[in-house]
């Protein structure tokens, strides 16, 4: 079997792929005069092989699911290995190939996993699933709802030790002097000071995604377009747009790694890190949801629940990706006076670009 650092966007993958060290062309994803694996020119070099094999051993055939496991959670292995995990570039049938490749070669995994479909056992076991997932046998729906309707101070559906580690895990520093950007709706050209450009009092603030009302909070984006469109600015509206830098480096909560983090990094329980970035992400969604005027106050509890947890363990913010520009983050701080405004503008929007999707 060959394939290539090309076939994925894991980092780690990509490394062990990189270390052995010959180029050739790929038959899996075309690409030419690349560094490739080749089960045959590498077989005393069995870091690349371990690490695929330590995601697809968690599968299991069908014929070793309980009955109880639910058919809709059955897939085949390309499937689960594409939906599950963010470390291919090539589609179903370039995974496929590599699968093939990796199980015929291997005496661990099991060659049903090519005939059958498979599941993860474990996500369905409510043992393993109170040791190992921050919602213990919960998602983050019915955190949510538990929050909102019952109890606003003492959630049950939450293991905070575990809540702990997994938040750790995603913990970036954003280096002092960072240039962030934040914009204000004006009534007129004249827009706003820099002095009004920070984060509002603690007596005038409103609740957000990441802040209880009464709790400042400063909201910052790391592009000036962003900042516009998170304010729903619309056409002629004048806006301020202010620059801030930051006074010292800030350790986060980044949400945005999500995406970028690697099952491979550390020896991690690779069913235990599906678990909970499926739980991230759903945490993510939610706190870069647009505000809108719709909104209550009730549906930013879970977040703010997650964030306030996030500023009792000692971090500084929470970075998210903007669900307006997925290129672009944003960045809520909490200690508000740990960055100076160092420039504000005021603009006039001109025009707007609107996008039309069926529903």
Sequence with gaps: MICCAECFSDLEIKVSIE????KGECPVCGAKNTWIYDSELDRENTDFKELLASVIGIYKPEEKLDDTFPDDAKRSIEEHLQEDWNIFKVG???????AEGLIQSSADLDEKLLIQKTGIPDLYDEMYLQRNSIFGKYQ??????YLRNENRFHAKYINLGLLSEVLRDTVSVIP?????????LAKNEHGYGAGEMGAPPDDLASAGRANSKGVSCLYLANKKETTVKEIR??????????????????????????????????????????????HLRNIERDLAKPLSQRDSDLDYLPTQYISDFAKYLGYDGVKYISTFDRNSYNLA???????????????RIDNLDYRLNPV
């Design 19 to 22: 270390s052995l060290n010959h």
């Design 92 to 98: 179903k049938e370039g995974i496929r190939k590599i």
């Design 140 to 145: 983050w729906d019915d955190f949510r709802k």
């Design 176 to 184: 002092k002097g960072t240039s962030l950007y934040r914009a204000r």
């Design 233 to 278: 600015a619309g056409a002629f509206d004048y806006v301020t747009i202010a620059l801030f830098q930051l006074d010292k480096d800030v350790k986060v909560v980044d949400l945005s790694s999500i995406t970028h983090n690697s099952p491979f990094y550390a020896e991690t329980d690779k069913i235990k890190f599906l678990i909970n970035e499926r």
């Design 333 to 347: 701080l909490f200690d508000t006076k740990i960055c100076s405004c160092t420039y504000r503008k005021n603009y």
